[in-house]
């Protein structure tokens, strides 16, 4: 299935020109016209040379003073270029790295229908190669465009003295350049289009390599010697790879022989006429029309190999540019909505399956969260609960029914709007490279801090985070600063609830396993002091552990993806179905906890 439609070359083009500014144009220009003179230069240096040297009464001094106008020229002529070029470089290297924060905002924001899809991925990698380097893709046609003036100048005026001798040397040349491009182009040609399946075998690989050297797999490989099922497995998708490689050499080394050839015989060509002509005029013009020929047959091919990098990076940069113009992101509104109250939820007749799949998580749910109400949604493994939030939250659609809050169809609200009503801490927490004030704000201005260690000190992360010597400007993770502090899982969980008690304005707050990695009586702790720092807010706490329901309101016990049970805590035990039963199994593990921490403590005195 196709996801990216690469955009058409009129509009790639537009967006590749329109952030070339006046004074870029102004520098390609002045250094094409001195770097088109160098070599020209160069032509007409060994005409001068030469007929001075062959004179009878050749008198050193004027040659030397031929010589050190041409080096002199030369030099005037190198600098400029030179410094025009490194000036303009940077320049170029920011008109990528904006193209780059482009697509990096469109990667973050997009459905993340899109995010969790690879095929979607697979794709979406020949847009970062258009991106991700100075010499390839955006950057690398416009550093190669940018040479391409000097080139072009001076292979005009090249083309211009050889004319003057003989006109076939310029026509042979110039179309054996053009088989030259032909083939270098059928060959950018078959690669591109192989290249989601080149994209994929290349991912595997790395994954590959990544598991085999990522320290968190190192226990396992080792005890359960995983290291001969991973080698296997990596040896295959190598082998994959390589399929992949000999089929485009096998294009490469076809093609590659008839532009040779085609080299080859232009230049014959051009030596034979030369050659031929050679008696018919001086030495010292057979000399610059030899150098002439010589460079001009050298810079077309230049000029040709450029033209056919330009082609194949092109392709690369239409998939870009087809990306960044692509609406990746479902919002049917710009309605403004920002309650100051709790709001209600209603779930009316959903069903919903995720994209690539016939396979419906649930169908026709209906339920309902009244505003302040703390709401627990229990059940095993794979029931749904998940599910529910990316819907509610709005990074998923129903793919059928509709969801009201307060009333009203929640696809009427900016996606912006819709995400500020919630303060969400999910089971899978990863904290950013960024100091712990940064991490519970969510932001990095405007930072209330005294906000920040009173939430902080809600979740019992304060005692530990206030012992470290910057506190809450604190650096974390390794990636940035290799003084960063590192957080269990249990405490990165807590740094997430902080972020969900920070954000103001939520007027409801979603807790989707939130307490998976702390311990029994640590959750217990946890949800006690949740029923203290919820009043006042709507509540959704989703966990197949059921320390969650004794402060809630009421449960929903979810099954097959069907409401199975409904009610309070008490009424749920009474009727004494699913939810009883998982309740007790539960307990007794809670009551083994606490008893052995009770024999643990008494031990210890």
């Known amino acids: 299935m196709k996801y990216i439609q690469a955009a058409s070359k009129k509009k790639t083009i537009q967006r590749m020109i329109e952030p070339v500014t006046k004074e870029i144009w102004w520098s390609m220009i002045l250094h094409g016209i001195a770097g088109g003179l160098i070599p020209v230069l160069s032509v007409f240096s060994m005409e001068w040379i030469t007929s001075r040297i062959l004179k009878s009464n050749v008198e050193i001094q004027e040659v030397i003073k031929i010589i050190a106008?041409?080096?002199?020229?030369?030099?005037?002529?190198?600098?400029?270029?030179?410094?025009?070029?490194?000036?303009?470089?940077?320049?170029?290297?920011?008109?990528?790295?904006?193209?780059?924060?482009?697509?990096?905002?469109?990667?973050?924001?997009?459905?993340?229908?899109?995010?969790?899809?690879?095929?979607?991925?697979?794709?979406?990698?020949?847009?970062?190669?258009?991106?991700?380097?100075?010499?390839?893709?955006?950057?690398?046609?416009?550093?190669?465009?940018?040479?391409?003036?000097?080139?072009?100048?001076?292979?005009?005026?090249?083309?211009?003295?050889?004319?003057?001798?003989?006109?076939?040397?310029?026509?042979?040349?110039?179309?054996?350049v053009l088989i030259t491009f032909w083939t270098l182009t059928k060959i950018s040609d078959a690669r591109y289009k192989r290249k989601e399946e080149l994209n994929q075998a290349e991912r595997r690989n790395y994954g590959y390599g990544h598991l085999t050297t990522d320290f968190s797999y190192g226990k396992d490989i080792r005890i359960y010697n995983f290291q001969d099922r991973f080698l296997e497995s990596y040896e295959n998708e190598i082998k994959k790879l390589e399929g992949i490689y000999r089929d485009l050499f096998l294009v490469e080394r076809r093609f590659s022989l008839l532009s040779i050839l085609g080299l080859v015989f232009a230049d014959l060509f051009a030596y034979y006429i030369l050659a031929s002509q050679g008696m018919t005029v001086q030495i010292s013009k057979f000399v610059m029309y030899l150098t002439a020929t010589s460079l001009f047959s050298l810079m077309m091919n230049e000029i040709t190999e450029d033209f056919a990098n330009i082609h194949r990076e092109f392709a690369y940069c239409k998939d870009t540019i087809g990306f960044l113009d692509m609406n990746l992101i479902t919002d049917e509104s710009d309605k403004n909505y920002a309650p100051s109250t709790p709001i209600s939820v209603e779930f009316q007749h959903v069903s919903f399956k995720y994209p690539n799949s016939e396979k419906y998580v649930f169908e026709d749910l209906s339920f309902r969260i009244e505003p302040s109400e703390k709401l627990a949604l229990v059940g095993v493994n794979g029931a749904g609960k998940t599910t529910i939030v990316k819907l509610l939250t709005g990074l998923y659609r129903p793919t059928s029914g509709r969801i009201f809050i307060n009333g009203i169809d929640y696809t009427q609200f900016s996606i912006e709007d819709l995400h500020e009503l919630f303060g969400v801490v999910f089971q899978d927490v990863e904290p950013l490279a960024v100091t712990i004030k940064e991490n519970v704000a969510a932001s990095s201005s405007d930072i209330d801090e005294k906000r920040v260690e009173i939430s902080l000190r809600q979740v019992g992360l304060w005692d530990k985070i206030s012992q470290y010597e910057k506190g809450i400007d604190q650096m974390l993770l390794k990636i940035i600063d290799e003084d960063g502090a590192v957080l269990s899982g249990g405490e990165n969980q807590k740094l997430m609830i902080a972020r969900a008690l920070y954000r103001k304005g939520t007027q409801m707050m979603i807790m989707d396993e939130p307490t998976a990695a702390l311990d029994a009586l640590a959750e217990e702790k946890i949800y006690s002091e949740f029923d203290q720092i919820m009043q006042g807010k709507t509540s959704l706490f989703i966990s197949h552990r059921l320390a969650s329901t004794l402060f809630c309101d009421r449960i929903l016990l979810l099954d097959g993806g069907k409401v199975l049970e409904e009610g309070t805590h008490d009424e749920l035990l009474t009727y004494d179905g699913l939810y009883a039963h998982m309740f007790k199994t539960q307990g007794k593990y809670y009551q083994e906890v606490e008893e052995n921490e009770k024999q643990a403590s008494a031990e210890s005195i």
Request: hydrophobic share 45%; net charge negative.
């Open 69 to 176: 106008f041409v080096s002199l020229a030369g030099f005037g002529l190198e600098t400029i270029k030179t410094q025009a070029e490194r000036r303009t470089y940077n320049k170029i290297n920011y008109i990528r790295l904006d193209f780059l924060k482009e697509l990096m905002h469109k990667t973050m924001t997009m459905d993340l229908k899109y995010y969790e899809n690879p095929e979607f991925a697979d794709e979406m990698e020949s847009c970062i190669i258009a991106v991700q380097s100075n010499n390839n893709g955006i950057e690398g046609i416009y550093h190669t465009f940018y040479l391409l003036g000097a080139k072009l100048t001076g292979a005009i005026l090249l083309a211009t003295i050889l004319a003057q001798i003989n006109f076939w040397i310029v026509v042979v040349i110039g179309l054996s």
